[in-house]
């Protein structure tokens, strides 16, 4: 079983949360988004708290939560403080449950002027999960995300697509070498049984990866 799982995008607004509860409930495991950046609707690990059913899963506090919706290192700025990737490191849950971690955007979002996404994937020694949306435009931001991965001798599982547009999965999953883990269609409305519900679709093979 890894252990330790980062869930990256290919960009943001992408799903990343709703991916991140339905592996939570699948792995029954604990979840921890380090930096949130935007909270005026709540944040995503409040969200994630209530969509859960299984009574194993901890969600753990924030390290940084800032207020502006943007880049975590303009967010950060924002309130005059620089975001610490060590910091983050030290603050890492301990947990004997599997550990999910959202990141925010993708693994080249910046977190402060010297240190991005994937250099906190790599103090972390993380494996990556990767999720990407089905629309025009996909394929390559897929591919890149999948490249900056590969240059950095990165763990990846697999890919988690949704949405419903034009197939571009097994391309994806074959240009870029990374297997396919599954696909959550666009759903009619969100819950906490119809996570639990994607996440009983997914666990049985979601398992042969781990």
Same mark, same amino acid.
């Given at each position: 079983?890894?252990?330790?799982?980062?869930?990256? &995008?290919?960009g943001?607004g992408?799903? %990343?949360t709703?991916?991140s509860?339905? +592996?939570?409930?699948? @792995?029954? #495991?604990?979840y921890?988004?380090?930096?949130?950046?935007g909270y005026?609707n709540?944040?995503?690990?409040?969200?994630?708290?209530?969509?859960?059913?299984?009574?194993?899963?901890?969600?753990?506090?924030?390290t940084?939560?800032l207020k502006?919706?943007a880049?975590p290192h303009?967010?950060?700025?924002?309130?005059?403080?620089?975001?610490s990737i060590d910091?983050?490191v030290?603050d890492?849950?301990?947990?004997?449950n599997?550990?999910?971690?959202?990141g925010?955007? &993708?693994p080249m979002?910046?977190?402060? %002027?010297?240190?991005f996404a994937?250099? +906190?994937?790599k103090? @972390?020694? #993380?494996?990556?999960?990767?999720v990407s949306r089905?629309?025009?435009?996909s394929i390559n931001?897929?591919?890149?995300?999948?490249?900056?991965?590969k240059?950095?001798?990165?763990?990846?599982?697999?890919?988690i697509?949704?949405?419903?547009?034009?197939?571009y999965e097994?391309?994806?999953v074959?240009w870029?070498?990374?297997?396919?883990?599954?696909?959550?269609?666009?759903?009619p409305?969100?819950?906490?049984?119809?996570?639990?519900?994607?996440a009983v679709k997914i666990k049985?093979?979601?398992?042969?990866f781990l």
């Amino acid at each position: 079983m890894k252990s330790v799982i980062f869930v990256s &995008g290919i960009g943001t607004g992408i799903g %990343k949360t709703v991916v991140s509860a339905i +592996l939570t409930e699948a @792995l029954e #495991a604990d979840y921890w988004k380090p930096v949130q950046a935007g909270y005026a609707n709540g944040t995503d690990s409040q969200w994630l708290k209530k969509m859960m059913t299984n009574k194993n899963s901890v969600v753990h506090k924030e390290t940084y939560k800032l207020k502006l919706a943007a880049s975590p290192h303009i967010a950060a700025e924002e309130e005059g403080i620089e975001i610490s990737i060590d910091k983050i490191v030290d603050d890492k849950p301990v947990t004997t449950n599997p550990l999910l971690i959202e990141g925010a955007g &993708g693994p080249m979002a910046p977190l402060n %002027k010297n240190n991005f996404a994937i250099d +906190l994937i790599k103090k @972390l020694g #993380a494996t990556v999960i990767i999720v990407s949306r089905n629309y025009l435009g996909s394929i390559n931001h897929s591919l890149l995300t999948a490249e900056v991965l590969k240059q950095n001798k990165i763990d990846v599982l697999g890919w988690i697509f949704n949405g419903d547009y034009l197939d571009y999965e097994n391309d994806i999953v074959q240009w870029s070498g990374f297997p396919w883990i599954a696909s959550v269609r666009n759903l009619p409305e969100i819950n906490k049984d119809i996570i639990h519900t994607q996440a009983v679709k997914i666990k049985e093979h979601l398992n042969l990866f781990l």
